[in-house]
């Protein structure tokens, strides 16, 4: 064999051998942490969960799959004998990534919103534009209102979060 081929074997045996150990710490790096950022993101939402219903003792949460938006929800015993859902919802575009939490009452109407992360290009003009008029509206009817009012200089990212509202509200009108 020639001393180049014999070089360039050499060279590409030390980077396939680089190349699956630095695969193989990527794997086991996965399987670490999946378990622990699940916990962290499942707390948070615990965390939240009574600024959507402040008077509500909340249920063990119900996890989803199928969806395009829905990864939870947690059952609400309001203290007016009122019942509820809060959801939790994440979705991704090109802009970035939204999850929230938003309540429906038992009579599908709107609760309110929580705001778990923002990462959009246009985060603060979906926050200040489209969110936050939906956080001002005070019954369900003016927060249907603000919930169709997509034109915001975010659109994208406010109908997304339309989009996970509505989903929300389709599922729990199911019965599931």
């Not at 939240?48 to 219903?53: A, D, Q, T």
């Not at 119900?62 to 939870?72: A, C, F, H, N, S």
């Not at 994440?90 to 970035?96: D, E």
Request: proline residues 2%.
């Amino acid at each position: 064999m020639k001393p180049n081929a014999l070089k360039a074997l050499r060279v590409a045996a030390t980077l396939s051998i680089l190349a699956g150990a630095s695969g193989l710490l990527i794997a086991g790096t996965d399987l670490l942490t999946k378990t622990i950022i699940e916990q962290n993101r499942i707390a948070n939402i615990k965390k939240n969960l009574s600024k959507v219903f402040p008077d509500a003792d909340f249920g063990d949460g119900v996890k989803l799959t199928g969806g395009d938006y829905l990864t939870d929800y947690y059952p609400a015993s309001l203290h007016d004998g009122e019942d509820g859902r809060v959801y939790a919802c994440s979705g991704t575009n090109q802009y970035g990534v939204v999850s929230i939490l938003i309540g429906v009452y038992s009579d599908f109407t709107l609760g309110k919103m929580v705001v778990l992360e923002n990462t959009e290009s246009y985060g603060s003009t979906l926050q200040s534009n489209y969110l936050d008029k939906y956080d001002a509206a005070i019954d369900g009817a003016s927060r249907e209102e603000a919930l169709y009012d997509v034109n915001c200089g975010a659109t994208y990212g406010a109908t997304m979060v339309r989009d996970m509202v509505l989903e929300a509200v389709s599922h729990y009108k199911e019965g599931k």
